[in-house]
């Protein structure tokens, strides 16, 4: 039979992280994973569109979505707690998540230190 503390315990994960001990519950975790999930998306999507822009230019319409796109994108990096960084070469990931203390000069200098999101 199942503890007090047990019980009160279900349905959450502790972990220590740099010194600092986090606790989170099931929800939370279902919630970025959803986060996470859509960022890929969007990754592709972008991706797939500066393909698009590399060999033949982008039409208004595809304009506009690569623009819906990269604000959605800063949107839920934010919730997580970061800042998105959009790298527009095809040859590579087009999706990063950095620290929000970084700079513009930052990003585009260290973006690959952030998490590449494929």
Same mark, same amino acid.
């Given at each position: 039979?199942?503890?007090?503390? =047990? +019980? ?9 992280? %740099? ?9 939370? #975790?279902? +919630? ?11 990754? @592709? @999507?972008?991706?797939? #569109?500066? &393909?698009?822009?590399?060999?033949? =230019? ?6 506009? $979505? &690569?623009? $819906? #796109? +990269?604000?959605?994108? &800063?949107?839920?990096? @934010?919730?997580? =707690? ?8 095809? $040859? =590579? %990931?087009?999706?990063? #998540? ?6 513009? &000069? +930052?990003?585009? %200098? $260290? ?8």
């Amino acid at each position: 039979m199942m503890s007090r503390q =047990g +019980e009160k315990n279900m349905g959450q994960i502790s972990s220590l992280h %740099c010194g600092e001990k986090w606790t989170w519950d099931l929800q939370d #975790l279902r +919630e970025v994973d959803a986060a996470l999930q859509l960022l890929r998306k969007i990754s @592709r @999507r972008l991706h797939r #569109l500066h &393909e698009v822009a590399c060999n033949y =230019g982008l039409s208004s319409r595809q304009e506009r $979505r &690569e623009e $819906r #796109l +990269e604000k959605q994108a &800063e949107e839920i990096a @934010r919730k997580l =707690g970061f800042q998105a960084y959009i790298q527009s070469d095809p $040859r =590579g %990931c087009a999706l990063y #998540l950095v620290p929000l203390n970084w700079t513009e &000069e +930052e990003k585009s %200098c $260290r973006y690959s230190s952030g998490m590449a999101i494929y």
